[in-house]
């Protein structure tokens, strides 16, 4: 079974500060892998609607591997993508999408 990475990264507004938790598992394909973090995604989401928090900025990254040992944002090789949440709820960006976002920004 092919390893993942799974990072979730968490701020409420008026928060300079965010938390940040890592963990790896085996999956059976990256569609699973795709499917867990979605619904931990969406816990985060459930979550804050219940201690009424607004989120400053939150997500759920993906990676191929095995990579706790690693710095890991959107621009490392085994970045598969990532759940944006916003009150709204969690909507999932590809990679290639979310790093061509960042270069439209950046210009």
Known sequence: MPAYTIVTTSATQGSDAAEVNTLTDDFGDQSEAIGYS?????????MAHQLTLDFDYSNVGLYDGDLLEEDLDPTHAA???IWILDEEGAAFVPADDFR???AEEAN
């Open 38 to 46: 979605r619904r931990m995604a969406e816990e985060m989401v459930g």
């Open 79 to 81: 970045f598969v993508g």
């Open 100 to 102: 061509e976002s960042m």
